[in-house]
T-cell receptor, first 112, second 116 residues
Framework: NAGVTQTPKFRVLKTGQSMTLLCAQD?????MYWYRQDPGMGLRLIHY???????AKGEVPDGYNVSRLKKQNFLLGLESAAPSQTSVYFC???????????FGPGTRLTVL | AQSVSQHNHHVILSEAASLELGCNYS??????LFWYVQYPGQHLQLLLK??????LVKGIKGFEAEFIKSKFSFNLRKPSVQWSDTAEYFC??????????????FGQGTILTVHP
């Protein structure tokens, strides 16, 4: 039982390049989330999904797109990376009801 | 919109000292409250959570937190810290109810440094 995994762990992009971050969970959770973590700002919700085939915007969605074609996977895309998107990205998942979120190990992204 | 405020950005303690980290939230309805810990270079781990019932909740590694509804607070405490508690601590709130979909609003985080 791997929990929540993220690929890749590190990535360096040039401004304007695109990339996709992959999140996978093996706990059969319905809900999945993408956050970004910046110093002094805690974690901020980018997008989330409440089930396969559904996505919704969070607090800071601009510049990102997501897809949830399979229940266990949640992809975060950057179409044209900007230096302001330099951050650590965390994926999380949970089930409906009284439980906390389970987090992945994070992806450290640098945009030059 | 809900918000979470953690009063201390950086707390420095010696081993065996007592710890209290403040957390206040703004939300008018039913809330679920969480404390997460992030050890250096690692992902967030759940320390404890409050959903209902006894407002004093106990978590892992000797941590506890008290929900005071009238003060909109959920402060984290530990009677005696250890060097291994050095980490960043995040308070988070989820507006309870089906349409909240488990979404969390996080505080800014408090870095705890414990000196041996």
């Amino acid at each position: 039982n791997a929990g929540v995994t993220q690929t890749p762990k590190f990535r360096v992009l040039k401004t304007g390049q695109s990339m996709t971050l992959l999140c996978a969970q093996d706990m059969n959770h319905e809900y999945m989330y993408w956050y970004r973590q910046d110093p002094g700002m805690g974690l901020r919700l980018i997008h989330y999904s409440v089930g396969e085939g559904t996505t919704a915007k969070g607090e800071v969605p601009d510049g990102y797109n997501v897809s949830r074609l399979k229940k266990q996977n949640f992809l975060l895309g950057l179409e044209s990376a900007a230096p302001s998107q330099t951050s650590v990205y965390f994926c999380a998942s949970t089930q409906p009801g009284p439980s906390g979120q389970f987090f992945g190990p994070g992806t450290r992204l640098t945009v030059l | 919109a809900q918000s979470v405020s953690q009063h201390n950005h950086h707390v420095i303690l010696s081993e065996a000292a007592s710890l209290e980290l403040g957390c206040n939230y703004s939300y008018g309805g039913t809330v679920n409250l969480f404390w997460y810990v992030q050890y250096p270079g690692q992902h967030l781990q759940l320390l404890l959570k409050y959903f209902s019932g006894d407002p004093l909740v106990k978590g892992i590694k000797g941590f506890e937190a008290e929900f005071i509804k009238s003060k909109f607070s959920f402060n984290l405490r530990k009677p005696s810290v250890q060097w291994s508690d050095t980490a960043e601590y995040f308070c988070a709130v989820n507006g309870g109810g089906g349409t909240s979909y488990g979404k969390l609003t996080f505080g800014q985080g408090t870095i705890l440094t414990v000196h041996p």
